[in-house]
C-alpha cells in the first residue's frame, strides 16, 4: 500500500473519530444542561439526577444507532424524501420512547419526592426530547453535508493536481528525447566527415546524459546546474560549428542558487542555435544574462539574427513546451517575450518568487 492510499483511508478514520468525540461531548453537555433543567422543574437533586442518568445514556445511545445505520444503509441509496421521513419518525420515536420511560420513572418516586404538574409531565419532557432530537438531526445532517462537500472538493482537487502531474511529465519526456534527437543527429552528420570530432561529441553528450539522469524526477534545478547543462550543449554544438559558434554569459551571482524549472536554459539556447545559425555570421555568439533582483529573475539569451516575424511567432514547440511548464510552476508570475533588439534576437524570461510544486 503506498502513502497515497493510506492518505485516503485516513481520511474517513479521522472523519469518524471526530463524529464519536463531537456526540460524546455534546451528549456530555446536554446531560449537564438536562440535569440543571430538571432539578429547576422537580426541586429535587437526587431525583434529576437518578433521570438523567437513566435517560441521557439512553438518548446518547439512539442517536449512535440511527448515525450508524444511515451511514451504513440510507447515505449513498436513499432518497432525501425518504431519508427525510425516516428522520422525522426517528425523532417523534426517540422522543415519545424518552417521555415515556421519564414519566414512568417520574411515578415511582415516592408522594412528596418532586414538584408535580399534573398532566404536563409526558407533555413537557416529549417537546424537550423532540427538540434536543430535532436539533441533533439538523446538525448530524449539516455536517454531514459539509463533510461530503470537503470530501468531493479535495477529490477533484487530487483530479487536478493529478492531471497536472501527467501533464508536467508529459511535457518533461517531450525535452529530452528532442534533444537526444537532435545530439544524436549532430553526431551521425559528423560521423563520415569529422570522425574525431563526432567522437569528442559523443563523448560531451554522455557527460550530459549522465547530468540528466542524476536529475531525473526532480521538477526544477538550481541555476548554477542549468547553466552547466547549457553550456554542455553549446559545447556539443560547437564542434559541428566550429569557431563560428561562440558561448558568453554574465550571471549575477545572488541568482545562482535560485531554482528553475530542469531545461529552460537549454532549452532557450537550443531555439537560439535552431533558429540563428543559418544566418551567415562569422561569429555567432549565443549570451546568457541573468539578474536577480526585487524577488524577480531575469534570463535573457541572445543571437545574432532578425527576427522575421511578430513576437512570438518564431515560437517554435520546444518554447512551447517551455511557457507551459513555466505556467505550471509560475502561475501568472512568470512573461516570456522573443523580440528583436538590435540585430540580435532576444528571448526573455521574467520569473517572479519561487516555483511551486504543481503536483
Not at 497515497?4 to 463524529?19: T, V
Not at 549575477?252 to 555570421?281: C, F, R, S, Y
Not at 515560437?315 to 512551447?320: D, H, K, Q
Request: aromatic share 10%; charged share 20%.
Amino acid at each position: 500500500m503506498n502513502f497515497r492510499s493510506i492518505g485516503d483511508e485516513l481520511g474517513p478514520a479521522r472523519a469518524s473519530l471526530g463524529f464519536w468525540q463531537a456526540q460524546a461531548a455534546v451528549w456530555g453537555l446536554l446531560s449537564v444542561t438536562g440535569f440543571c433543567i430538571r432539578f429547576a422543574i422537580f426541586g429535587n437533586a437526587m431525583a434529576a439526577f437518578w433521570l438523567t442518568l437513566a435517560l441521557e445514556p439512553l438518548a446518547f445511545s439512539l442517536t449512535s444507532a440511527a448515525a450508524i445505520v444511515h451511514a451504513r444503509y440510507f447515505s449513498k441509496t436513499a432518497s432525501a424524501v425518504s431519508t427525510l421521513a425516516c428522520a422525522v419518525l426517528f425523532c417523534v420515536t426517540a422522543a415519545t420512547l424518552l417521555s415515556s420511560l421519564g414519566y414512568f420513572l417520574q411515578q415511582q418516586f415516592p408522594p412528596g419526592t418532586v414538584r408535580v404538574f399534573p398532566g404536563n409531565q409526558y407533555r413537557l419532557g416529549f417537546l424537550y426530547y423532540m427538540a434536543i432530537f430535532s436539533i441533533w438531526t439538523l446538525t448530524y445532517f449539516g455536517v454531514r453535508a459539509e463533510l461530503a462537500a470537503r470530501n468531493a472538493r479535495i477529490s477533484r482537487m487530487k483530479a487536478e493536481t493529478r492531471a497536472v502531474q501527467l501533464e508536467l511529465e508529459h511535457l518533461q519526456r517531450q525535452i529530452e528525447p528532442h534533444f537526444l534527437f537532435n545530439a544524436l543527429n549532430t553526431i551521425v552528420a559528423e560521423i563520415a566527415d569529422r570522425p574525431a570530432i563526432a567522437e569528442e561529441m559523443t563523448r560531451r553528450l554522455a557527460d550530459y546524459l549522465r547530468y540528466s539522469l542524476d536529475q531525473h524526477g526532480r521538477g526544477t534545478r538550481r541555476l548554477d546546474e542549468e547553466i552547466d547543462a547549457a553550456e554542455t550543449y553549446v559545447r556539443i554544438q560547437a564542434l559541428r560549428f566550429g569557431r563560428q559558434l561562440e558561448y558568453e554569459s554574465q550571471v549575477d551571482p545572488t541568482a545562482l542558487e535560485a531554482h528553475i524549472p530542469h531545461m529552460t536554459l537549454q532549452g532557450l539556447v537550443e531555439n537560439a542555435i535552431k533558429h540563428g545559425m543559418p544566418a551567415d555570421h562569422d561569429a555567432f555568439v549565443v549570451a546568457i544574462r541573468v539578474r536577480y533582483k526585487d524577488d524577480v529573475l531575469t534570463i535573457e539569451v541572445s543571437n545574432p539574427g532578425r527576427l522575421h516575424a511578430p513576437n512570438g511567432a518564431r515560437r517554435g514547440n520546444g518554447l512551447t513546451n517551455l511557457c507551459r511548464r513555466l505556467a505550471l510552476y509560475y502561475p501568472e508570475r512568470y512573461e516570456f517575450s522573443l523580440d528583436e533588439r538590435g540585430g540580435h534576437t532576444v528571448a526573455r524570461i521574467s520569473l517572479r518568487g519561487d516555483p511551486v510544486k504543481p503536483f
